[in-house]
């Protein structure tokens, strides 16, 4: 066996190891991002519902923002990861689910269903938020920054799309 071909081996899996245990932290990352948001976005409303005072509303839509950012960039990261596993390490080290996985019919499903479900996770509490304040007596400031908000929260989910289509 030749010496550098074992040590670049090594090298390979050791390198594997490493990005596979980051790209497991990145994931159990998004996972908790999600779970905050919920929490946040369901904080917001049980204030609204137990004061029975609506100036809590225009924040739902500055949450959601945050939060999907930070989930579209993480996921991103995760997605470079398992590219960059696909493409660069060779198929002896990376498993066949690296090199198989994401190709066909079923990747653009998945990122489509990826998009939708980001999609109704984020920007649906703010469309709540922007229709009850819509209808509601709040000022005409709160009225145009809430709809400046989800404006912008749209422009995001296009960002989104990007980051999808290219991973």
């Given amino acids: 066996m030749d010496p550098k071909a074992s040590v670049a081996d090594a090298l390979s899996t050791a390198s594997y190891s490493a990005l596979k245990a980051e790209q497991t932290a990145r994931i159990a990352l998004r996972d908790n991002y999600v779970l905050t948001y919920i929490g946040s976005v369901a904080a917001l409303f049980l204030g609204v519902v137990t004061t029975k005072n609506l100036w809590f509303i225009p924040a739902v839509p500055a ?6 950012h930070a989930y579209a960039s993480n996921d991103h990261r995760i997605g470079a990861i398992r ?3 696909r493409g660069s390490l060779p198929p002896s080290i990376a498993s066949a689910w690296e090199h198989s996985h994401g190709v066909g019919k079923n990747a653009r499903r998945r990122s489509i269903a990826r998009i939708v479900a980001a999609f109704v996770l984020f920007v ?3 469309a709540a938020g922007l229709v009850i304040i819509t209808q509601s007596s709040l000022a005409t400031a709160y009225k145009v920054s809430a709809a ?8 995001s989910v296009r960002w989104l799309y990007r980051i999808y289509k290219s991973t």
């Fill in 124 to 126: 649906g509490p703010s």
């Fill in 83 to 85: 590219n960059f596993l």
């Fill in 63 to 68: 949450v959601g923002f945050v939060a999907l």
């Fill in 148 to 155: 400046g908000l989800f404006a912008g929260y749209c422009a």
